[in-house]
């Protein structure tokens, strides 16, 4: 199978703190790659820094072969890279619409508007809410939402960080249907979930990292079969939060 994306020997941080260490990570195109650790495993970091927003202190990152490694994170998501980071990061005071808008602004009109149609489809209450404003909308409508933004930029590779972090379950079974739907159709999809269970329904590809080390790698069928020792490596439970 073609591969999306490549990192290798990847450390990165904040400043001098150094908060992933020497991650290898091969993402094949059209897959679903599940990170799972531990709060402070270094999952978030992982994710944000593929999209461009955390520092590379060595190692590189390649995007269908090409190296990105000091692309700035617009470019990435011109090139087709787009992340639903932890804890949405909407625009409160806009309405539902004008995130949505926002979140296409690197494609043309005309993409917008399909794009808004599409996302319309996959999240209908978001055709409810359509004029309210995102911080009046409850937590899982604001996730629906932040996917929905993300989506905007019609990407090729989707970064999700902690899907269904405090969403009730009726909401979650929702988020993850949209995610069967979208990679079905061809989206490559990166996830960091609290929830190992449901992550593993998913995922063709598991990573697990410990202290910003990786600690085991593997088949989603794999990890299945190693549910004990997967959650031993968590610490035997499911956290909410990453740093």
Known sequence: MKQMLRLDSLSCGYGAMQAVH???????????????????????????????????????????????????????????????????????????????????????RDESNRELERML??????????????????????????????????????????LSLGLMPKIIDICYRAIAELN?????????????HRALEVADQVCVLESGRTVWQGTSDEAQNNVKMIDSLLGLREETSDA
Request: proline residues 4%.
């Open 184 to 196: 079905k159709d061809g989206l490559t999809i990166i996830l960091v979930e609290q929830s190992t």
């Open 22 to 108: 020497g991650l290898d990570l091969h993402v094949a195109k059209g897959s679903i790659t599940t990170l799972l650790g531990a709060n402070g495993a270094g999952k978030s970091s992982t994710i944000m820094c593929i999209a461009g927003h955390v520092a590379v202190h060595s190692g590189e990152i390649r995007y269908k072969d090409r190296k990105i490694t000091d692309a700035s994170p617009m470019q990435r998501i011109k090139d087709g890279i787009s992340v639903v980071p932890e804890g949405r990061r909407l625009f409160p005071n806009l309405t539902v619409k004008e995130n949505l808008i926002v979140g296409g602004y690197s494609r043309s």
């Open 121 to 162: 489809s996959i999240f209908p209450r978001l055709e409810e809410r359509l004029g309210q404003r995102a911080g009046s909308l409850s937590g899982g409508e604001q996730q629906m939402l932040a996917i929905g933004r993300a989506l905007m930029s019609k990407p090729e590779l989707l970064l999700v960080d902690e």
